[in-house]
T-cell receptor, first 116, second 118 residues
Framework: AQSVAQPEDQVNVAEGNPLTVKCTYS??????LFWYVQYPNRGLQFLLK??????LVKGSYGFEAEFNKSQTSFHLKKPSALVSDSALYFC??????????????FGTGTLLAVQP | GAVVSQHPSWVICKSGTSVKIECRSL??????MFWYRQFPKQSLMLMAT???????TYEQGVEKDKFLINHASLTLSTLTVTSAHPEDSSFYIC?????WGAGNQPQHFGDGTRLSIL
C-alpha cells in the first residue's frame, strides 16, 4: 500500500537551532517524494523533491531533505531555523496505484513553530 | 514561474447557492489539474483529477453531480459546488501539472478558496 506518515503533529524549535521534520513512506517500487509548506490561508508551496540520485536534496529557503532507503524516511531539515519558517509542512509521495498517475498522497502535516 | 491563480479567495453565501471557483495556470499550460479539499488542521483530500478536454476523474466518495469540474482549456479549470450547504464549507485548493505523465514534476498550487455556506 502507498502511504506516507508524519509522526509529529507539531515541532517546536528555537530560532537559530537546527530543525527536523520527520517523514516515513511506504511504497512499492521507487518512491517519488515531495515536501510542501503551507502558510495560513494559503495554498501549498513546493520546497523540494527526491526522484533519484543524491540522497541529500537541497530545496527552497535553505531547506534540505535526506532520502534514506533502508529506513524508508525522507526527513526535512534546516541548519538554522527562522521565525518565518513557522508553518504547516506536508510530505507527499507519488501515488502509482492504477497505473501512470501524477496523484500525490499527502501526510497529515506537521506544524512547525519557531520561537524567537 | 509556474504560478497558479485561484479565484475567489473567500466566498460567503447562502445555503442553496451554487459557487464557481476558478483555477488558472498563469505562465504555463497545464494538461492536468487537481482539486483538493482541506478541513481545519487536516491534510489535503483529493477530490478529483481534471484533464484538459476530458471528463474529470473523481475520487471515491466524492459526488460528481455536487462538485462539477470543467477543464475547458490548458490554463483554466473550474470547480462548481452546486446547491451548496453548510457541510460544504471548507478550504478548496487546486493544483496544476505542466504535463501528464511527468511523475517527477511537482504540483503547483493555488492559494485556495475559503468557502463558507450560511
Amino acid at each position: 500500500a502507498q502511504s506516507v506518515a508524519q509522526p509529529e503533529d507539531q515541532v517546536n524549535v528555537a530560532e537559530g537551532n537546527p530543525l527536523t521534520v520527520k517523514c516515513t513512506y511506504s511504497v512499492s517500487g521507487n518512491p517519488y517524494l515531495f515536501w510542501y509548506v503551507q502558510y495560513p490561508n494559503r495554498g501549498l508551496q513546493f520546497l523540494l523533491k527526491y526522484i533519484t540520485g543524491d540522497n541529500l536534496v537541497k530545496g527552497s529557503y535553505g531547506f534540505e531533505a535526506e532520502f534514506n532507503k533502508s529506513q524508508t524516511s525522507f526527513h526535512l531539515k534546516k541548519p538554522s531555523a527562522l521565525v518565518s519558517d513557522s508553518a504547516l509542512y506536508f510530505c507527499a509521495v507519488r501515488d502509482i496505484r492504477g497505473g501512470a498517475t501524477n496523484k500525490l498522497i499527502f501526510g497529515t502535516g506537521t506544524l512547525l513553530a519557531v520561537q524567537p | 514561474g509556474a504560478v497558479v491563480s485561484q479565484h475567489p479567495s473567500w466566498v460567503i453565501c447562502k445555503s442553496g447557492t451554487s459557487v464557481k471557483i476558478e483555477c488558472r495556470s498563469l505562465d504555463f499550460q497545464a494538461t492536468t489539474m487537481f482539486w483538493y479539499r482541506q478541513f481545519p488542521k487536516q491534510s489535503l483530500m483529493l477530490m478529483a483529477t481534471s484533464n484538459e478536454g476530458s471528463k474529470a476523474t473523481y475520487e471515491q466518495g466524492v459526488e460528481k453531480d455536487k462538485f462539477l469540474i470543467n477543464h475547458a482549456s490548458l490554463t483554466l479549470s473550474t470547480l462548481t459546488v452546486t446547491s451548496a450547504h453548510p457541510e460544504d464549507s471548507s478550504f478548496y485548493i487546486c493544483s496544476a501539472l505542466l504535463r501528464w505523465g511527468a511523475g517527477n514534476q511537482p504540483q503547483h498550487f493555488g492559494d485556495g478558496t475559503r468557502l463558507s455556506i450560511l
